[in-house]
């Protein structure tokens, strides 16, 4: 029998034997002899707008504008970027104090100092755009400057993950000249401080980054441009690919194309092959008179079947998740499985029968044609078969393209609806807190006093996070019970490139967004 596990182990370590070989090798150094590297994607920005998105807009963001702090090549905790230095100033860890470093610019030579700063942070509260990032903001009391350079972060209570929060690109600095205090910008230009500039853009197509001239920040960029080009389908990209129409792929590789990729041992091609914790979950709506039942919550997750769907629609390309919380991080654990066991339809019959449910539940799950990859639409035609096989559930499937999805998911439109989640940062903290709560990045109220008001302040006040697991652990219990959210599978990391292509792995953060300026041609010796 073919063992996938070993050859993706054999596959992952050629690529990376290739890419640390290629970072040995002189390369073009931003010569840009070449033109620029191409990185093609199925993730288009939803907004150029900082203030407007909590989602994969952020990896343009990364790129073209900067945050007080952010990750290195390497590094696992923030440090200083377009900061000098930065750090709590009191024991409590409720003061955060951040100096710029001298003389900083946006690209289009206005100046960026803690003003800019403190105009970037204020306006995501202000605006509070639906579905925008202000929900990571709920420790921040106030933001004050001192000079050009300094800028004092005044916190509610204590949160050792406010760091953290600043490196997102949510938190990107932008010009104050450029983006109104209370209103999204509307228009395609961009003026960031980050390593590039974004020269155009076409929505949904392309985005074409040059070098900054200004920039100054941790980031040494071994190339002189990148052009970012978004794809509808993988199919569509992969051929791109092969074609040498792009250089590198990053974010929607279907499981078929990534079997494909491997099998075939491309000679031209690589397959870097990494861990994720990016998730995939079913979200409930309380406003539905069926999903906000408890019982028919349950009884879904007494009835999902994670290894058919990892196995069947995934090729085994991304692991069954029994908790919110991926493996890999912290505080980790498996509570779906240990309540709800193995999937069973007497189970789940009982638990409908228990609460006076006895007809078939109709229920419609709706799910995004264009964001989380080919396989989504099969995924949940699977989840239908086994809804409706088992005889208790008569399930309708309904999709949108993101940008109309977003806006139905917001206003309450889908009773159950499937969403995916790239990490703000990598700590437990982020795949709970955003999900609960009065304002949460899913647009449906989760009301959880219990978890918001005591395990995550309690768990925050803790800078080891080490020692923050009995309250984690204990939230996600109560995430079960509640079982507004349902977890289904926990993804890894896949990038295709053309053999000549070096810095595939360590353009990757710890939030997997990727750091363009790391990619580069190889050159012969």
């Known amino acids: 029998m073919f063992n996938r596990n070993r050859f993706l182990r054999r596959v992952a370590a ?26 093609g994607t199925t993730s288009a920005p939803s907004t150029l707008d900082p203030a407007g998105a909590w989602d994969g807009s952020w990896e343009l963001y990364r790129n073209i504008f900067q945050t007080l702090v952010a990750y290195p090549n390497g590094a696992t905790t923030p440090q200083p970027d377009a900061a000098e230095s930065c750090g709590f100033t009191d024991a409590t860890s409720r003061t955060y104090r951040c100096k710029l470093r001298a003389g900083m610019k946006f690209a289009d030579g206005d100046p960026m100092d803690a003003a800019a700063v403190q105009h970037s942070i204020d306006r995501i509260r202000t605006i509070n755009a639906p579905g925008g990032p202000a929900g990571l903001l709920g420790s921040l009391d106030r933001v004050e400057t001192s000079g050009d350079r300094e800028v004092v972060f005044h916190l509610n209570q204590p949160d050792a993950t406010f760091p953290f929060v600043l490196a997102t690109p ?12 209370n209103s999204l910008r509307k228009d395609t230009k961009v003026h960031g401080s980050g390593p590039y500039e974004l020269q155009s853009y076409q929505e949904g197509k392309e985005a074409v980054l040059v070098r900054n001239g200004n920039y100054k920040g941790f980031a040494e960029r071994e190339n002189n441009a990148v052009t970012i080009r978004y794809f509808q389908t993988s199919a569509s990209m992969v051929k791109a690919l092969r074609d040498k129409q792009i250089d590198v792929t990053y974010r ?5 194309d990534i079997i494909a990729l491997q099998q075939h041992g491309d000679s031209d091609l690589q397959l870097v092959d990494g861990a994720g914790t990016d998730i995939s979950y079913l979200v409930f709506n309380p406003k539905d008179p069926w999903a906000r039942q408890p019982a028919v919550r349950k009884a879904v997750a007494q009835l999902v079947d994670r290894g058919a769907i990892a196995h069947k629609v995934y090729k085994d390309t991304v692991d069954p998740l029994y908790s919110m919380v991926p493996k890999g991080l912290t505080g980790h654990t498996t ?16 638990i409908l029968t228990d609460a006076g449910i006895t007809q078939k539940v109709p229920l419609t799950l709706w799910y995004t044609t264009d964001r989380y990859g080919s396989e989504t639409a099969l995924m949940f035609q699977e989840l239908k078969q086994q809804l409706d096989d088992s005889g208790l ?26 969403r995916g989640w790239f990490p703000d940062f990598p700590d437990a903290d982020n795949f709970i807190a955003p999900f609960v709560g009065e304002q949460n990045a899913l647009g449906t109220p989760y009301p959880s006093k219990q978890i918001t008001s005591v395990l995550l302040p309690r768990s925050r006040a803790q800078s080891d996070r080490a020692k923050v697991v009995k309250d984690l652990e204990a939230a996600q219990w109560l995430m079960v019970r509640d079982a507004r959210l349902i977890p289904l599978w926990q993804g890894r990391q896949y990038i295709a490139a053309s053999d000549d292509i070096s810095g595939g792995e360590q353009a990757l953060d710890p939030s997997t967004i ?10 012969s010796w």
């Open 170 to 181: 949510a938190m990107s600095i932008v010009d104050p000249n450029d983006y109104p205090a």
């Open 252 to 256: 929607g590789l279907a499981a078929d």
């Open 335 to 350: 509570a779906f499985f240990d309540d709800f066991g193995d999937p069973s339809v007497p189970k789940a019959r009982k």
């Open 14 to 39: 050629i690529a990376s034997i290739s890419l640390v070989a290629g970072c040995s090798l002189l390369s073009d150094g931003g010569s840009g002899s070449s033109g620029p590297i191409v990185v």
């Open 393 to 418: 559930f008569a399930v309708t499937l309904k999709s949108r393209p993101w940008k109309t999805y977003v806006v139905g998911y917001q206003k309450g439109e889908y009773p159950v609806f499937g």
């Open 514 to 523: 990727m750091m363009m300026w790391e990619l580069h041609r190889k050159t």
